[in-house]
């Protein structure tokens, strides 16, 4: 285990140095951020038609005539909560499945090139889709146990919801780089991938986190500083929003890419770092 954390810290720098020299993979989880909310406005816009048909604009005039509005239309609201579940998944699944593509072209030193990863990843819609239903299922399901006031209820939510996560990590890397699979299979090496580097996928899943809240302490106390000098919200704020939004795509497209470098190790035993282009040929076929 010790060794595979070790390995793990390794596998952190490597990506780092991925990303420092590919930043263009910043995109993949930019443009899915700017879809998903394209998404749900259409959709909040759509939905709020429907209940204007139904009901009448009247019905929307007040506070509390609009939450009886949505509370007393399940027909149209709970399909609606699932399709923006379901939406916002399959996007951010999508443009991972490319982040991941790409990523492994630039382990091999191959240019990152971002309509290559979007199709790479269109291959594996299907595949990307099906994952993408199950995980809104299963994330609707959690949210509603976790509503609930019983404390047992809570604790499952979190234990599941743990294991859930690390079983699942490297459903995108296995759909996207090994698309023979079937569905079941899919699952089945991704827990595998798991079993066989949990050290490598515990680093994985905190040390993207880890930079992205750097990068926000730091944004925060740059803006800290700047508001010492001057209260102007207009010179401290755009860095707070900056630092949030940079801190959460560099932890997206760091998680990734160490998907991904994992994935790779665990394919051919080797660490990427020692590969040559070559090597890499039967995963970018």
Request: proline fraction near 5%.
């Amino acid at each position: 285990m010790l060794a595979q954390l070790k390995r793990g810290i390794r596998m952190v720098g490597q990506a780092l140095v991925v990303l420092r020299h590919n930043p263009k993979l910043l995109v993949f989880p930019l443009i899915a951020g700017i879809s998903s909310l394209l998404f749900l406005g259409l959709l909040l816009g759509s939905t709020f038609g429907v209940l204007v048909g139904i009901e009448g604009l009247e019905a929307f005039e007040t506070r509390s005539g609009f939450l009886a509005t949505i509370s007393g239309n399940p027909v149209v609201t709970v399909p609606a909560l699932f399709l923006g579940y379901l939406g916002t998944t399959f996007v951010s699944v999508f443009f991972t499945g490319a982040l991941v593509a790409e990523s492994r072209y630039a382990l091999a030193d191959e240019p990152v090139n971002l309509r290559r990863g979007m199709a790479r990843a269109w291959t594996a819609k299907y595949d990307l889709l099906a994952w993408a239903v199950i995980a809104a299922t299963v994330g609707i399901i959690i949210d509603a146990i976790e509503s609930s006031d019983n404390p047992v209820s809570k604790v499952f939510t979190v234990v599941f919801g743990a294991v859930w996560t690390v079983m699942t990590f490297f459903i995108v890397p296995v759909a996207v780089l090994d698309p023979q699979q079937s569905l079941r299979g899919m699952f089945r090496r991704s827990g595998q991938v798991f079993r066989e580097n949990v050290g490598e996928t515990v680093i994985g899943l905190g040390a993207p986190r880890a930079v992205g809240f750097g990068i926000f302490v730091l944004a925060n106390l740059l803006a800290f500083g700047l508001s010492e000098i001057t209260p102007s919200p207009l010179v401290y704020a755009p860095i707070l929003v900056a630092g949030a939004v940079l801190s959460q795509l560099v932890s997206t497209t760091l998680r990734g890419i160490l998907k991904t470098v994992v994935y790779v190790y665990a394919t051919a035993g080797r660490m990427p770092a020692e590969f040559d282009a070559g090597d890499l040929d039967p995963l970018l076929s």
